[in-house]
C-alpha cells in the first residue's frame, strides 16, 4: 500500500510539472527527426535526395516578392506586367497577382537565448517588443520561440494578442548551448499549417552547437512551408571574439533562399533599425501565383525567377523572393 501511495505522488508531481512549464515544450522536441544529424553550419548545399518523401499534387504556386531600388528601398506602384515568372526557365503565366497583399501574416519570432547571447538578450527583449507593436495588424498573429539546448513556444501558439506575445518576450530565458537549426525545422513545420503570408525572424549569433537536424533539413522545412526568413545577426557588444563565421554564412544563404534578408546588429539601434526594414518590406511585397505549365523538367527541386520589366528603371531594381520549391514534400 505504501508503494502504491509513493507512485501516486510521483503521478501527481508529472502531472504538476507537466501542467506549470507546458507539456508543449517536449513535444515540439519530439517532433524532430528521429535520427540524429551532426550540425554542418558551413554546408549550405541543397539536398540532392530527400530521406523520405511524400507525393503532393502541384496547384497554385506562390511567390511574395520584395522589389528594391539600387539604395535597397522597397519599390511600390509596380503592375502585374512589370513581372516575368519562369520555371526551371520556362516562363509562366501569372494567374494572380496583389499588390501589398492584404493576406493574414504569421510571424515567428525566435529568439536565440544560448549563453552566448546573455549580455544582448534584455536589448533583443525591448526590441522585439516593439517590432510586435508596430507590425501586427487584426488579421496577422505572432508566435514567440525561445531556443537554447532545446526550442519552446513561449506564447503557446500564435496571436494577436500584444500583451499575451510581450509576456511570452518577457518570459524567456537563459540557457546553455545553442539548437538554431531544431528551431528553424520546428518553427517551419508550425508555420506550415497556417495560411497567408509566413515570416520566422532570426536573432542570433548564428552559431548551432547541439540541433538534431542539419542545416540541409532546416533549409527544406522553410522552403517547405513557404516562409520568408529574416535573419537578425547579432555581433557581440563586447568583442568580436568567437563569431561563428560558418553558421552567420548558413543564415545569409537561408535568408536568400527563402526569399527574406539578413542584417547585422552590433548596437541597439541597428537592431531596431533592422526591425524596422522588415516591416517596411512586409508592407511593400507583391504576390505572384501561377500553375506550372508542363516541361520535361524531372527535378525534384524547380526553381523560380521573377524579373522586373517595362519601367525606366527595371535594370537597377532587384527582385527577391524564393529560389524555389519542392515538387515532393517531406514525410512529417
Known amino acids: 500500500m505504501r508503494k502504491f501511495a509513493t507512485s501516486l505522488r510521483a503521478v501527481g508531481l508529472l502531472i504538476f510539472v507537466c501542467s506549470f512549464w507546458g507539456c508543449g515544450l517536449w513535444a515540439q522536441q519530439s517532433s524532430l527527426p528521429q535520427s540524429p544529424s551532426h550540425p554542418d553550419s558551413g554546408n549550405a548545399q541543397r539536398p540532392s535526395e530527400p530521406a ?19 539604395h535597397g528601398a522597397p519599390v511600390g506602384g509596380l503592375t502585374k506586367d512589370n513581372f516575368v515568372l519562369e520555371e526551371d526557365g520556362h516562363e509562366q503565366k501569372i494567374a494572380v497577382f496583389d499588390k ?64 499575451r506575445i510581450d509576456d511570452g ?97 552590433t548596437s541597439t539601434a541597428q537592431l531596431d533599425d533592422a526591425f524596422r526594414k522588415i516591416s517596411d518590406e512586409l508592407r511593400t511585397q507583391y504576390l505572384l501565383a501561377y500553375y506550372p505549365s508542363q516541361h520535361a523538367s524531372f527535378s525534384e527541386f524547380r526553381r523560380i525567377e521573377v524579373k522586373v520589366v517595362g519601367t525606366p528603371d527595371a535594370t537597377a531594381f532587384h527582385a527577391r523572393h524564393r529560389a524555389g520549391y519542392y515538387s515532393v514534400k517531406s514525410d512529417f
Do not use: M
Not at 523520405?52 to 522589389?67: C, G, M, P, Q, S
Not at 555581433?235 to 533562399?257: F, K, M, W
Open 52 to 70: 523520405t518523401t511524400l507525393k503532393v499534387d502541384v496547384n497554385l504556386v506562390n511567390v511574395f516578392v520584395t522589389v528594391t531600388d539600387a
Open 100 to 163: 501589398e497583399s492584404a493576406l493574414p501574416l504569421s510571424i515567428a519570432l525566435a529568439i536565440d537565448t544560448s549563453l552566448s547571447t546573455r549580455h544582448d538578450l534584455p536589448l533583443e527583449q525591448a526590441a522585439a517588443k516593439r517590432f510586435a507593436h508596430a507590425i501586427l495588424r487584426p488579421v496577422d498573429a505572432l508566435s514567440v520561440y525561445g531556443f537554447s539546448e532545446i526550442v519552446y513556444e513561449a506564447t503557446r501558439g500564435f496571436t494577436p494578442d500584444l500583451k
Open 169 to 265: 518576450i518577457d518570459h524567456i530565458r537563459v540557457g546553455a548551448a545553442t539548437a538554431l537549426y531544431d528551431a528553424i525545422y520546428l518553427v517551419s513545420r508550425a508555420l506550415d499549417k497556417r495560411k497567408g503570408r509566413k515570416v520566422i525572424v532570426l536573432i542570433t549569433d548564428g552559431g548551432d552547437t547541439i540541433s538534431r537536424v542539419d542545416y540541409k533539413e532546416a533549409v527544406r522545412a522553410a522552403e517547405e512551408a513557404e516562409a520568408l526568413v529574416y535573419s537578425i545577426i547579432i555581433v557581440p557588444i563586447e568583442n568580436s571574439a568567437g563569431r561563428e563565421t560558418g553558421g552567420e554564412h548558413a543564415l545569409i544563404q537561408l535568408s536568400e533562399d527563402t526569399g527574406g534578408k539578413y542584417y547585422y546588429a
